[in-house]
């Protein structure tokens, strides 16, 4: 689907997108972006569903110090993740 026709559809439907489908389509644009040799940072679509992906893990309202609980947690997560192996 065209980046720009899904992050419309998106946007009127947001609540009710699952993350993982917001997720793939915005792999979608990265790669529609990047096969046009376009900039990612700089493109709407891409952007816009940043913005969603954001919204619905509540990273938008994130803080530097929780930004810095979850890298702890992801490392703790890791070492777990290993003495269970």
């Known amino acids: 689907m ?10 009127k439907n947001l609540p009710h997108e699952p993350l993982e489908a917001i997720a793939s389509g915005f ?10 040799g376009g900039e990612l940072q700089s493109d709407p679509a891409v952007i816009v569903l940043g913005s969603f992906i954001a919204f619905h ?12 609980t979850l890298l702890a947690s992801c490392e703790q997560r890791l070492i ?4 269970l192996q």
Do not use: I, M, P
Not at 80 to 83: A, C, D, Q, V
């Open 2 to 11: 065209n980046r720009f026709v899904y992050a419309l559809s998106v946007a």
């Open 27 to 36: 792999k979608d644009a990265v790669d529609q972006v990047l096969a046009e």
């Open 57 to 68: 893990v509540h990273a938008d309202v994130n803080t530097a110090t929780g930004y810095n």
């Open 80 to 83: 777990n993740s290993h003495l």
